[in-house]
């Protein structure tokens, strides 16, 4: 799976053209300031790298149309690392020459806590919007920080709410041995376990391929009625769709992972019913509504972790007007001790570690081509 990424061969995307007319590399006291996203833009799980996009565009554009950040326009890089660990750190190191302050990203948790090591040492602040792994903050250093929540937050949700509405029931629990998948199914396991329920069925699964026929009928075999997965949208989306073809009546449930409407896609019809957790929808947040127009305007459903990204940036610019400085120790500092930071998710303050203080994980339904909260 790594090569075939690496194949891909992109390493950084193109700088994206979110500042003034002309904005040099100028990284002293004055001219533009670098900062960047970073995440699959490429690849399989380029929706993701999208929505992440996205934000950041839209976010940079906002804050310059207001002044900027201590009177200096922003300048967006782009990174693209396909969701590949060895990718990511290229990328983290190709910012940091480029005289990158700051990074929302990255997506995949396998690619946050390495390229989080390169930040480190180079002096770059990084918010990730969507790296739930608990390894990225807890092994993390001054520099890490994200908007979302922990696999041990959400697979905690995942797991008790399992036990209780699907009780006697047969659990199958899988992943794709990433960081994300494997972690939050463990997450997931260690939840049902406690309360009471155990899997019938525990296996891995090889992300990147089209056929899963032998995997459905191991979960055939086991009888399975609900399906965990700790995983990727292709690949659950692919999974349940072949178990469908092959009769099984069952019940899919995965992360946040699947928060695109491209799983929908690969399912059709099958992905009725499917389920998943994610933090409560931010664009229905009143804290929200004035950035959600301005997407909808431009074609854009800000879903999945636009506004995430978006909220990412936000706090980053506010924390640096906060210490009158673009010293990423001394924003990092103010992150932790001087919030909350007002954002389109709403108020966010940090823990000593970077993680938010307030996870909020519901449940969430897809039906008829579309996911909304239950």
Known sequence: ML??????GVALAAAAAVALPGAGRAQGNSGPIRIATAGPMTGQYAAFGGQMRAG?????????????????????????????PRQAVSVANQLASRGVRFVAGHFC???????????AEEGVLQISPASTNPRFT???????????????QQGQVAGKYIA???KGKKVAILHDNSAYGKGLA???KKALNAAGTTETLYAAYTPGERDYNALVSRLKGAGAEVIYIGGYHTEAGLILRQAKEQGMNVTLIGGDALVTNEFWQITGAAGEGAMMTFSSDPRKRASAAEVVQRFKAKGIDPEGYVLYTYAAIQIWAQAAEKVKSLDPKKIAEAMKAQGPFQTVLG??????KGDVTVPDYVFYVWKNGTYSEM
Not at 59 to 84: H, S
Not at 140 to 152: A, I, K, L, M, S
Not at 347 to 352: C, L, N, T
């Open 3 to 8: 090569s075939r990424r690496l194949m891909l």
């Open 109 to 119: 948790s396998g690619s946050s806590i390495p390229a989080s090591k390169v930040y």
């Open 164 to 166: 209780e509405h699907f």
């Open 56 to 84: 950041a565009e839209q976010a940079v554009a906002d804050i310059n149309a207001k002044g900027g950040v201590l009177g200096r326009q922003l300048v967006l890089e782009v990174g693209d690392d396909a969701c590949d």
């Open 138 to 152: 807890d092994d993390g250093g001054w520099n890490t920080f994200r908007t979302c929540g922990r696999d041990d």
């Open 347 to 352: 108020e966010i303050s940090f823990d000593k």
């Open 186 to 188: 463990d997450e997931t």
